[in-house]
């Protein structure tokens, strides 16, 4: 089994900033994509921004230039700073990694998500 648990999301005035963490555990051979995605009330979930082992990057327009995605990959770790926030940034964050287990091969896992919430 694999675990993803989020950390530092809060409350915060527009114009601040964040820095989200997600940290993956469990029995786990290797990760390739990790990312973070978010779901406001009354909207589906949307992608914020997705890495790769090997580094590269993929963003929504809307956060482009605002937040900045990144890994480590000897602690399984994945972060999302966040910077300029707006109020329409909140929502619930998730964490979502492509994961390859030591038993059951690969396999989509998520976080249980972390609210953000920015004031204006």
């Known amino acids: 089994q694999v675990q993803l648990v989020e950390s530092g999301g809060g409350l915060v005035q527009a114009g601040g900033s964040l820095r989200l963490s997600c940290a993956a555990s469990?029995?786990?051979?290797?990760?390739?994509?990790m990312g973070w995605y978010r779901q406001a009330p009354g909207k589906q979930r949307e992608l914020v921004a997705t890495i790769t082992s090997g580094g590269s990057t993929n963003y929504a327009d809307s956060v482009k230039g605002r937040f900045t995605i990144s890994r480590d990959n000897a602690k399984n770790t994945v972060y999302l700073q966040m910077n300029s926030l707006k109020p329409e940034d909140t929502a619930v964050y998730s964490c979502?990694?492509?994961?390859?287990?030591?038993?059951?091969?690969?396999?989509?896992?998520w976080g249980q998500g972390t609210q953000v919430t920015v004031s204006s």
């Open positions: 469990g029995s786990i051979f290797s990760i390739n994509t």
């Open positions: 979502n990694a492509f994961v390859r287990t030591k038993v059951a091969g690969w396999g989509d896992y």
